[in-house]
C-alpha cells in the first residue's frame, strides 16, 4: 500500500477507503461518548453541571450528539463521495473540538483552581486521527485548528459566563498537550 508523500493532499483509494469506515466508527463513538460523558460530568464535576444550566452549553451537547448521526446517515445514504464525506469530516473533527473546548472552559469559573479531569480535546484529536487518517497537509491544516479552538471556545465561555481570565501561563499550559499531539 503506497504512502502519501508528506505534502500530499489526496490519500490512495485503499486509504481513503479505510478512513471513510474510521468516519462511521468515530460518529458512533462520539454520539455515544456525548451522552455518557456529559451525564458523568453532570454528576461528578460540579463545575461543569453549574455552567450546564446555560441555554448555550446545552445546544453544544445536543449538537455533538446530532452532528455525528447526521454523519453516520449521510454515509450510509451514499449521497457524497468517500473523498467529500472525509472532507466534511475534518470540519466534523474541528466542531467537536471547539465544542469540547467549550465544555471544558465552562468549569474555569475561578481563574486560579484546579480543574480535574483530562482534555477532552486531546483525547478527540487522537481518536480522529488513528481512526480516521487523511492526506498529510490536511491533518497537518486540521490539528492546527484543532489546537485553536480551545483559546477560541474558552474566549467564547468568558463572554458567555463572565468568569474572570486565568493567566496567560495558564493559558498556554491547556494549550501545551493540544499542541504536542498537534
Known sequence: MPTPNAFAYQLPPQILERAADGLSWISLICAVSSVVLTAIRLVFQPEFAASWNHP????????????????????????????????LGMVFQVLVAFVSGLFEGSAYRNPDALVPGISGTAV?????????????????????????????????????FGYPSMPLNRRLKALYALMVLG
Open 56 to 87: 448555550a452549553m446545552r445546544a453544544a451537547s445536543l449538537a455533538v450528539l446530532l452532528l455525528p448521526i447526521g454523519f453516520i446517515l449521510l454515509q450510509r445514504a451514499g449521497w457524497v463521495s468517500k473523498r467529500r464525506l472525509l472532507d
Open 124 to 160: 478527540w484529536m487522537m481518536l480522529c486521527g488513528r481512526l480516521m487518517p487523511n492526506a498529510p497537509l490536511k491533518s497537518a491544516i486540521v490539528a492546527i485548528l484543532c489546537v485553536l479552538t480551545w483559546p477560541l471556545a474558552y474566549w467564547v465561555d468568558l463572554q458567555i
